[in-house]
C-alpha cells in the first residue's frame, strides 16, 4: 500500500513564476492538507482540504491556493514566486475529516531563483 | 493550539533508553498530545499520542503527568536510526481544525555508537 507521494521531487523556478505541487493521498484517506517547511524551521500549516473544498487556512497569502479532486488528490498553486517562497513543501493525509493522525510525504522541494 | 516547550538537542547512546521531555503548561482539557519525528530529507512521521493515559505502541511510549502539564516520549532502546528531530504537538481532536498541527522546532535527538 503506496503511503503520499508527492510529484516533483525537486523543483527551481524564477521569481515571478507560478508553480503546481501534486499529492496523492494515501489509500482510504480523504483529507489532504499542505505544510511549508523552511531550511531549519518546523513545517507550518497552509492549509486543508476534505470534501473538494477549503476547510482551514493557515497564515499564507493569496497567492497561494489549492485544490482537491474527486479521488482525494490534491494540489498546491504559488503564483507570483517569491525567493522567500523557497521551502520544503509537505503534503499529509489523514482519514476520516482529518480525526486520525497525518501521514505526510517526503515533500517537493522548491528553489525559487 | 497550546504552546510546547522541548529542548534544542539531546544525546543518546545507541541501545538505551532515549528520554524525551515536553512541557504544555496551557493545555485544555480536550487537547491531545502528539509526537511525531522528521528523520532528515523526508516527511514527518506520526508516532504516538495521548489524552491524559500513558500510551504504548511499537515505536514509543508516552508518560503524561497527572496534570498534564508535561510529558515524555521513551524510545526504549534507540538506535542509529531514531537519530531525527521529534516534535512534541498538542491539538483539539476534531474535524476541521484537527489537520493543522503547530510545529515547533522540536528536539534534534542525536544517537551515538
Known amino acids: 500500500d503506496a503511503g503520499v507521494t508527492q510529484s516533483p521531487t525537486h523543483l527551481i523556478k524564477t521569481r515571478g513564476q507560478q508553480v503546481t505541487l501534486r499529492c496523492s493521498p494515501k489509500?482510504?484517506?480523504?483529507?489532504v492538507s499542505w505544510y511549508q517547511q523552511a531550511l531549519g524551521q518546523g513545517p507550518q500549516f497552509i492549509f486543508q482540504?476534505?470534501?473538494?473544498?477549503?476547510?482551514q487556512r493557515g497564515n499564507f497569502p493569496d497567492r497561494f491556493s489549492g485544490h482537491q479532486f474527486p479521488n482525494y488528490s490534491s494540489e498546491l498553486n504559488v503564483n507570483a514566486l517569491l525567493l522567500g517562497d523557497s521551502a520544503l513543501y509537505l503534503c499529509?493525509?489523514?482519514?476520516?475529516?482529518?480525526?486520525?493522525?497525518?501521514?505526510f510525504g517526503n515533500g517537493t522541494r522548491l528553489t525559487v531563483t | 493550539d497550546a504552546k510546547t516547550t522541548q529542548p534544542t538537542s539531546m544525546d543518546c547512546a545507541e541501545g538505551r533508553a532515549a528520554n524525551l521531555p515536553c512541557n504544555h503548561s496551557t493545555i485544555s482539557g480536550n487537547e491531545y498530545v502528539y509526537w511525531y519525528r522528521q528523520i532528515h530529507s523526508q516527511g514527518p512521521q506520526y508516532i504516538i499520542h495521548?489524552?491524559?493515559n500513558n500510551e504504548t505502541n511499537e515505536m514509543a511510549s508516552l508518560i503524561i503527568t497527572e496534570d498534564r502539564k508535561s510529558s515524555t516520549l521513551i524510545l526504549p532502546h534507540a538506535t542509529l536510526r531514531d537519530t531525527a528531530v521529534y516534535y512534541c504537538?498538542?491539538?483539539?481532536?476534531?474535524?476541521?481544525?484537527?489537520?493543522?498541527?503547530?510545529f515547533g522546532t522540536g528536539t534534534r535527538l542525536q544517537v551515538t555508537l
Open positions: 504537538i498538542v491539538r483539539v481532536r476534531e474535524t476541521g481544525t484537527a489537520s493543522k498541527l503547530t
Open positions: 482540504y476534505y470534501e473538494e473544498e477549503e476547510r
Open positions: 489509500s482510504g484517506h480523504d483529507t
Open positions: 495521548g489524552l491524559k
Open positions: 499529509a493525509s489523514s482519514p476520516n475529516r482529518g480525526r486520525a493522525p497525518l501521514h
